[in-house]
Nanobody
């Protein structure tokens, strides 16, 4: 089991940028596939981005391609989500997730470790 804590959320105007961080403890992240999900009010939690344990595979949902960048620093036991050109539709609670493995995963049920989330609000 790995404990995950997200940070970096906040309020930003449309077109602005934020960088989210997910710090892990209890286990090292080097053998885990990592992902970011988000949940807007009244909507189901949905996939945003994933990165495999050696960063060999990165995959994004279509709505964030070209705007968001997922990365990891295994030495710091941290994964990041750099978000630019933010839109009001990006407003959501963003969650970090982790699972042991070599493949990439895009479904909630494929992840067993979750952070508590960080709020991102984008104003128009």
């Amino acid at each position: 089991q790995v404990l995950l804590v997200e940070s970096g959320g906040g309020l930003v105007q449309a077109g602005g940028s934020l960088r989210l961080s997910c710090a892990a403890s209890g286990r090292t992240l080097s053998t885990y596939t990592m992902a970011w999900f988000r949940q807007a009010p009244g909507k189901e939690r949905s996939f945003v981005a994933t990165i495999t344990r050696s960063a060999g595979t990165i995959y994004y949902t279509d709505s964030v391609k070209g705007r968001f960048t997922i990365s990891r620093d295994n030495a710091k036991n941290t994964v990041y989500l750099q978000m630019k050109n933010l839109k009001p539709d990006d407003t959501a609670v963003y969650y970090c997730a982790a699972r042991a493995g070599n493949l990439y995963y895009t479904r909630m049920e494929e992840y067993g470790n979750w952070g508590q989330g960080t709020q991102v609000t984008v104003s128009s």
